[in-house]
């Protein structure tokens, strides 16, 4: 074989070797600012909640999380048809961003000090309360209190809610935990459970698509920082999606997106919070 005929096989096969690891062969590690500026992204959201995150039947995309991720991509010079929806139920939500399966996540996500031991947040873009929904005719569960003589509550694997309510309120509550909050209200509606307990805004959600047969009741009794969840450690993509949290809550997009998908299920006074910057 010829000595130039070697140098082509050689130069090839160094060729092939880098193409597989740009294409993640050996691990994509590309941030999420990387892939924006390549012009897609793939993002996090719930598909089961109305008015924040829900997938309706023909596969397109609505709610409150969905305007936010859509104007955050925007920023990052992504359109919405370039952005790619991903499902990121609660439990897995971590992961998914550790793994590398989301850029980044919109999905009514907390945020908590071990949550920020793996994941790091931009925002917060909303301040929601813990709050409980039961069935209208419910008398016995007035407020958090109130739920004595091991009533069964229903939350979502991996949530703060259910934890907090079984460590600070009501010591002998039954709690059921399933994988969605879709899967919470039927089990409510079936008389599977007495209430179910997650955030005010998505319970409102669930509220005003079963008028008349579901209330929110008492005060909310917690607060919860909503932010949007990215890898650990990548300071420059979290610098500018809270420099576009900041500009939507400027323009007056932020107050809009809450109108014209929250608006309508919940009265309140909207006041954007302050963006954290740690």
């Not at 010829?2 to 941030?31: F, K």
């Not at 209200?185 to 959600?205: C, F, K, P, Y």
């Not at 009794?221 to 990548?234: A, C, M, Q, S, V």
Request: hydrophobic content about 35%; overall charge negative; aromatic content about 8%.
């Amino acid at each position: 074989m010829s000595i130039n005929r070697i140098l082509r096989l050689g130069i090839g096969a160094i060729a092939v070797t880098l193409v597989a690891t740009a294409c993640g062969g050996g691990g994509d590690t590309a941030t999420a600012n990387d892939h924006a500026r390549a012009g897609k992204l793939t993002i996090g959201i719930k598909f089961d909640q109305p008015g924040l995150g829900f997938r309706e039947k023909d596969g397109s995309f609505h709610g409150y999380d969905v305007e936010i991720a859509k104007y955050v991509a925007g920023k990052l010079g992504v359109q919405p048809g370039d952005i790619t929806f991903k499902e990121t139920p609660s439990a897995q939500r971590e992961s998914m961003i550790m793994n590398g399966d989301v850029d980044f996540i919109v999905a009514t996500y907390s945020i908590t000090d071990t949550r920020k031991e793996k994941v790091d947040f931009a925002g917060p873009y909303f301040v929601a309360g813990q709050g409980l929904l039961v069935k209208k005719e419910n008398t016995d569960i007035t407020r958090v209190e109130s739920l004595t003589g091991n009533k069964k509550l229903c939350s979502v694997k991996g949530s703060t809610p259910a934890q907090n309510v079984k460590e600070n309120y009501a010591k002998d509550v039954q709690m059921v935990e399933l994988d969605t909050y879709s899967q919470c209200i039927e089990s409510l509606r079936s008389g599977s459970v007495d209430a179910v307990t997650t955030d005010d805004i998505i319970l409102a959600g669930f509220a005003g698509q079963a008028p008349g047969e579901l209330k929110l009741i008492g005060s909310t009794f917690t607060t919860e920082k909503y932010g949007i969840g990215l890898k650990k450690g990548d300071e420059k993509t979290r610098a500018k999606i809270n420099d576009a949290i900041e500009d939507m809550f400027a323009d007056g997009s932020w107050q809009k997106a809450f109108e014209d998908t929250i608006g309508p299920l919940r009265d309140t006074t909207l006041t954007p919070p302050t963006v954290d910057r740690y």
